[in-house]
């Protein structure tokens, strides 16, 4: 119990961390959820754009709640990739990666904590996101399944946390250019996860890697449960992916950041920033 409660401590002490570094850039915070608010909203507006532009016909409330879920559902799972994949370039950035990567605490111990904080942080920025985007639409769900669509957010996360683990590995392989490289990753996943459209409207073969993306699921089963109301019971089919990717990617991520950190540690480049 002892060796277990000092884990629980290590990784919580990450998490009240990073809340410290948000508290002191809170100017930026401030900047980029205000960012984040505005490009939710000018997407979901395409729906009433639509019907402006001449599409008759086009059910734009439908199209605005589309949009509105699909610009959320995104911003929570970009949030907690880029939270994770950001773990080496945050230590950089302050001056400890020196400090915490030689420090004498398991790296899950570290990753466990990173990512734990990640999905608070995100779940809150997401939540504030939502209630501005009520502000300025009409948006009723009387039929939607809230409790489901939660289950599919938490099931993303575990999925989600997987690949940035993995995307985290970069930034230590290359320091001059791996955090931007990151973007590449996350810039594909939007591309065929279907976050402003169908994935039925890509080429056959974008549809084929749709189906690598844990997004796709995701999004596919927040959908269904607030427009369609789908019960929770039904959402297996878009869950067991979401867990296989995680099962998959967690273990995985860890083992290769476990590689990628002995490595930089070798050839010195654990602090290099270029």
Known sequence: MSTLAFEVKASYAFIERNFFIVRRYWAW??????????????????????EKLGGQGIDSHFLVVYLAIGTLVWRYLSSVFYWVTDVVGMERWEGTIEYTLMAPI?????????????????LFHTAVILGATLL????????????????????????F?????????????FPERGSQMTHVI????????????PVDVLPAWLQVASKFSPATYVLDGVRATLLDGAVTGSL???????????????????R???????????????????
């Open 29 to 50: 915070e401030l900047v980029w959820l205000v960012y984040s608010i505005v490009n939710s909203l000018s997407v979901s507006y395409i729906g009433f754009g639509m």
């Open 106 to 122: 398991r790296r899950v111990t570290h990753m466990l904590g990173q990512t734990a904080f990640a999905v608070v942080y995100s």
């Open 136 to 159: 300025f639409f009409d948006i009723r769900l009387a039929n939607a399944n809230l409790a489901g669509a939660a289950v599919m957010l938490m099931a993303g996360s575990l999925s």
């Open 161 to 173: 946390i997987g690949i940035s683990i993995v995307g985290a590995v970069l930034p230590l392989l």
């Open 186 to 197: 996350i810039a594909l996943l939007l591309l065929v996860s279907g976050v402003y459209y």
């Open 236 to 254: 297996w089919p878009y869950i067991w992916p979401l867990l296989v990717i995680g099962l998959l990617t967690i273990p995985a991520g860890l």
């Open 256 to 274: 290769i950041f476990r590689w990628a950190e002995h490595y930089a540690k070798r050839t010195g480049k654990l602090h290099r920033n270029g």
